[in-house]
């Protein structure tokens, strides 16, 4: 059984004269474990498809199902849920709260998942010290440098020990050196703990760090390359 499947989702923005299709009938399954790159031109729909594979936005039409289980009828509370424990997320333009710490920002999604402020504190800090941030715990995020901003990112989507890990254009707001660095830590990440990584990228050499490229042309999938090393 895939972790994750798409089956024929189309998703249609506007009605009528307006309406546009932005994907058109994309399926694909992505297996436990595995690194995946969405890449296509500006506007070829990747976003749009990464929104629907995380849970955060519904196809028009098509099914998006979760380790066997069909998402559709998902009410909204038990999705967020879902959404909480089984996915983290790391996306170009960071979503931090600015002012809140370090450690705030990673507790978040503990919070969310109800844990207690004790455990909170420990599992955020540990995460926290897996990016190799603990001196910056208490500093605000707002007072941090773009690379540090991402590793925050990470551990925040590390925190609940996801199955996956969705990445948006990660490295678009880095410097190549410190965007080298936040590939390398999510590769790590994916390869020690098998989390599976899904990226979005405009980057060729980010996405042939991954196991396999799904090519997407105006919403629909019009080439797969998968690694055999
Ligand atoms: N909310 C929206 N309303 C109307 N059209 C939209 C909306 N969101 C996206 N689109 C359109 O859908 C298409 C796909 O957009 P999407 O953001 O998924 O592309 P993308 O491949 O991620 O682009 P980029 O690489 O520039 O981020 C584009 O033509 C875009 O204009």
């Known amino acids: 059984m ?13 009605k009528g004269a307006t309406e546009f299709q932005a994907l058109r009938g994309v ?19 990747k976003s749009t498809l990464m929104h629907i594979l995380a ?14 289980q069909p998402t559709h009828s998902i009410k909204a509370k038990a999705l967020n849920k879902l959404r909480n ?7 170009q333009q960071f979503f931090l709260n600015a002012q809140d710490t ?13 844990l207690k402020g004790s455990q909170r504190k420990q599992r955020a800090l540990a995460a926290i010290k897996s990016v190799g941030l603990e001196s910056k715990a208490d500093n605000k995020a707002n007072d941090l440098s773009g690379g540090q901003k991402q590793r925050v ?20 707001n880095l410097d190549s050196r410190t965007g080298e660095m936040i590939e390398d830590m999510l590769f790590k990440l994916h390869k020690e703990q098998q989390i599976t990584l899904i990226v979005v990228t405009h980057d060729p050499e980010l996405a042939q760090k991954c196991e396999r490229q799904i090519e997407i042309k105006d919403g629909q999938v019009i080439a797969e390359v998968n690694d055999e090393n």
Not at 55 to 68: A, C, E, F, M, R
Not at 85 to 91: D, I
């Open 27 to 45: 399926s694909l399954q992505i297996e436990t474990g595995e690194s995946v790159a969405i890449v296509g031109k500006s506007g070829s729909g």
């Open 102 to 114: 370090v450690l705030e920002n990673v507790m978040l999604p503990l919070k969310i998942a109800g």
């Open 55 to 68: 849970l955060l936005d519904k196809p028009t039409s098509g099914t998006i199902t979760l380790n066997g």
């Open 2 to 14: 895939s972790l994750l499947t798409a089956e024929q989702v189309v998703r249609s923005y506007g």
């Open 153 to 172: 990112c990470i551990a925040r989507a590390l925190v609940n020990h996801p199955k996956i890990i969705f990445a948006d254009e990660p490295t678009g």
């Open 85 to 91: 424990e089984t996915f983290g997320f790391v996306f």
